[in-house]
């Protein structure tokens, strides 16, 4: 490809809005446009680099075993109502109608039309286990669209659903679709974490993120350097113990003054006890319900876990208006005689004794307050953030905590959906079974945005030789000069025809201009040419993560060259 006729202009800065540095660079280097929010077009270098990250997925779906087919993006509604994750999708759902006041469903994901279309084909244990997978556009109306490629409305997804006769089936194809994960990262030169998540919408008792660990990621990642345990801080657990022994004669409620108190830390300051000696109250709405929650004072809600114990499908803070039209004194409540409200606790009240609480009335507080002789709850679970310090679950040592980039999402399924669809087998006993199901996900735009996040430096990005847009770069200076130009387009053929893919840099600018832009590009081999190489009947040879240039003779050059890229993929794989 001749740069001067390539479609797309790098730029010198980055729109103000770009956040992330995969968002920055992508830009620059004009391998994607924005079209609205969530919404990218891909020029043809970033199209380039998309299509090799998707060879390689293809490649490993594959060899596990998968058969490669392509599902409807308009979808019956129907289905979404038929498997009832219309619910829990909410609004992130985007529906049509069309001419005939027919509700359609643009499709956020698959597991409806796959199941559907398994239920209409398979039938014997004989056909299982089996591996269906697309490569496919998804649209979800994402709330909050950001941080370029990274979390969209619009997006290019590899999903692979594995259809097993029973658990023990299922067991093994998530451990071969785990391994068919950790190679394709390894062809991309990204170090993984796999790490405990919350299911989500798609739901499924178990699910595992594959995360790139990066400071520039948005999701934080909770793990032990000391047993290996991880998981995203959204389905983290930690140990929480025990801060003070409950006695068996327990001390009696007591209202006690705490004026101008009315945040944990003031409270605890003011009585002389720990926050973790106190007792917090937040307040939420879960689909239009109130809802009280009291936590261990030093610890804090995690949304995810609240959500999912509520098995409610959207949850927020409530205002200040609604906390006073529920009859709550914001800053001075607990459950103590709370009535009309659903009241969830944190397991962590359990975890001690003789609770600071709020007394229900400004400027006072309860001492002493004990679960459950002084209170009662609607549903005791789970629902801290773990957090930086906090014990680990399995082996008690210290939890560490780094940010991370989710490149991709496996879920055990189990039976609920195939349940719902009536997709069963006959078993050798002549039984008739539900299917047990898998699904797995990879989004194709954030993987390659993760790849720029982990591989840049303050010039530009730095592709992996596996999905760079261009193997080479050629790029000749002083083109008026007359040697020169007939070098490099001599060059640029030899390349090719020895199978090479290059950027030809056919641009009359100037040195700095050029090699500006070939370090944003981040293309892995630069060939420089110049008067002075020419006369030696040299090129310059520099790898994109190398300082050092190395001299070439021009006599051969495409073979030498060629002999360079296939040790580096050596190297690489």
């Known amino acids: 490809m001749r740069f001067s006729k390539l479609f797309g202009k790098t730029l010198r800065q ?76 909410g609004k992130s759902l ?97 170090p993984t974490m796999i790490v405990e998540a919350d299911s989500g919408a798609i739901g499924g008792k178990d699910s595992h993120e594959f995360m790139v660990i990066t400071e520039t990621g948005e999701d934080e ?66 689909d239009g319900e109130f809802i009280f929650v009291t936590i261990r004072g030093d610890l804090e809600v995690n949304e995810t876990k609240l ?29 103590i005689g709370v009535k ?42 789970d629902i801290a953030l773990a957090r930086l310090g906090d014990s680990c679950p399995k082996c008690g040592g210290e939890l560490s905590s780094a940010r991370g980039i989710e490149v991709g999402h496996v879920f055990k399924l189990g039976t609920f959906i195939s349940e719902r669809f009536g997709a069963s087998f006959l078993d050798n006993d002549g039984t008739s079974r539900p299917i047990v199901m898998g699904s797995y996900g990879i989004g194709l735009g954030r993987l390659l945005a993760a790849i720029v996040e982990q591989s840049h430096d303050d010039k530009g990005i730095i592709w992996p030789l596996s999905v760079a847009p261009y193997q080479v770069h050629l790029c000749p200076l002083s083109l008026d000069k007359s040697a020169v130009l007939p070098t490099a387009e001599r060059i640029y053929q030899e390349l090719q025809k020895e199978g090479m893919e290059v950027l030809f840099d056919d641009r009359d600018d100037s040195p700095g201009v050029k090699f500006n832009d070939a370090d944003l590009l981040g293309i892995p081999l630069r060939l420089t040419l110049s008067p002075r190489t020419v006369q030696s009947q040299s090129v310059e040879a520099k790898w994109r993560t190398e300082k050092e240039v190395q001299l070439l003779p021009l006599d051969n050059l495409a073979v030498q060259v060629k002999e360079l890229l296939d040790e580096a993929a050596r190297s690489q794989s």
């Open 14 to 89: 980055a729109p103000a809005e770009a956040e992330s540095v995969s968002h920055q660079l992508l830009l620059r280097a004009g391998m994607i446009a924005q079209e609205a929010a969530g919404i990218y077009s891909y020029l043809p270098m970033g199209w380039r680099v998309l299509k090799k990250i998707e060879n390689v997925i293809r490649e490993e779906m594959d060899k596990a075993g998968g058969q490669e087919l392509m599902l409807p993006v308009l979808q019956p509604f129907e289905l979404w109502q038929q498997s009832g994750r219309y619910v829990s999708f």
């Open 340 to 381: 009309g409200v659903k009241v969830i606790a944190d397991d962590s009240i359990t975890s001690g004794s003789s609770f600071i609480v709020g007394a229900n009335k400004p400027g006072y507080h309860f001492r002493n307050a004990n679960y459950p002789r002084d209170f009662q709850v609607d549903l005791m679970a």
């Open 94 to 190: 985007f529906t049509l109608t069309d001419r005939k006041e027919h509700t359609l469903a643009l499709g956020p994901t698959h597991e409806e039309v796959i199941t559907d279309l398994v239920h209409r084909y398979v039938q014997s244990y004989r056909e299982l286990p089996l591996f269906l997978y697309q490569i496919q556009t998804k649209l979800r109306d994402e709330p909050r669209p950001r941080g370029g490629l990274l979390r969209v409305r619009e997006f290019i997804m590899k999903d692979l659903y594995s259809f097993d006769a029973d658990e023990t089936g299922l067991d093994k194809s998530y451990q071969s679709m785990c391994q068919a994960y950790s190679n394709i990262y390894a062809r991309l030169g990204l």
């Open 307 to 335: 959500r999912n114990a509520l098995k409610c499908t959207e949850l927020r803070l409530a205002t200040e208006v609604e906390v006073n039209e529920a009859g709550i004194v914001a800053g001075f409540a607990s459950p």
């Open 221 to 286: 990642v909770i793990y032990c350097s000391n047993c290996g345990y991880a998981a995203n801080a959204e389905k983290a657990q930690f140990e929480k113990t025990v801060i003070l022994s409950r006695a068996k004669n327990l001390l009696s409620l007591e209202e006690i003054a705490t004026p101008e108190a009315e945040t944990i830390e003031e409270v605890a300051g003011f009585v002389g006890v720990p926050t973790n000696q106190t007792l917090k109250a937040v307040f939420y709405f879960a």
